[in-house]
T-cell receptor
Framework: SQTIHQWPATLVQPVGSPLSLECTVE??????LYWYRQAAGRGLQLLFY??????ISSEVPQNLSASRPQDRQFILSSKKLLLSDSGFYLC???????????FGEGSWLTVV | EDQVTQSPEALRLQEGESSSLNCSYT??????LFWYRQDPGKGPEFLFT???AGEEKEKERLKATLTKKESFLHITAPKPEDSATYLC????????????FGEGTQLTVNP
């Protein structure tokens, strides 16, 4: 079965500090991978998606970047966090276009 | 541009009171429409995928239907444990891997 791991679950970071959120997927090969952000009480905003190693598409110009160093690993990063980067970050994977998309448990980021 | 609109934003029901949630979408070609349930502080949990108009899927008290312009999530005789935010998303044939979400409907079922 396919599982998705996302960590850390919660973190509090000062403004200007770096960020690294990690996501790994098990049980599938060459998945489509996604990073979403969700503000409180709102829908999901797509930040990045990847169809393969080293292939990253950015949806929203911002202070964040993503990388896919391995087939089943997706990393969300920032060199200097802003207050506006606070939110609930979700990683997701899809075996192929049109197939079910599964989400991780999310990472709560508070920038102070 | 792909668009997804969910209504109502919030819905309060009494236990046993059936109702429907709406998801209207605009895409140039639909690859799939997805329904998710999200509990507070958790990642979305997959419920259904619908691919073509006329398709229906059921799971316990939930039934999802699809037309060319919208999808409905019907909740029959809901229970308090059905309280959650329900999210709808579409993946279009012209948008590659991009998945576009609606803002969600927050459902509260009172005992």
């Amino acid at each position: 079965s396919q599982t998705i791991h996302q960590w850390p679950a919660t973190l509090v970071q000062p403004v200007g500090s770096p960020l690294s959120l990690e996501c790994t997927v098990e049980g599938t090969s060459n998945p489509n991978l996604y990073w979403y952000r969700q503000a409180a009480g709102r829908g999901l905003q797509l930040l990045f998606y990847s169809v393969g190693i080293g292939q990253i598409s950015s949806e929203v110009p911002q202070n964040l970047s993503a990388s896919r160093p391995q087939d089943r690993q997706f990393i969300l990063s920032s060199k200097k966090l802003l207050l506006s980067d606070s939110g609930f970050y979700l990683c997701a994977h899809q075996r192929g276009l049109g197939n079910t998309i599964y989400f991780g448990e999310g990472s709560w980021l508070t920038v102070v | 541009e792909d668009q997804v609109t969910q209504s109502p934003e919030a819905l309060r029901l009494q236990e046993g009171e059936s109702s429907s949630l709406n998801c209207s979408y605009t895409v140039s070609g639909l690859r799939g429409l997805f329904w998710y349930r999200q509990d507070p502080g958790k990642g979305p949990e997959f419920l259904f995928t619908l691919y073509s108009a006329g398709e229906e899927k059921e799971k316990e008290r939930l039934k999802a239907t699809l037309t060319k312009k919208e999808s409905f999530l019907h909740i029959t005789a809901p229970k308090p444990e059905d309280s959650a935010t329900y999210l709808c998303a579409v993946q279009a044939t012209t948008s590659g891997s991009r998945l576009t979400f609606g803002e969600g409907t927050q459902l509260t079922v009172n005992p």
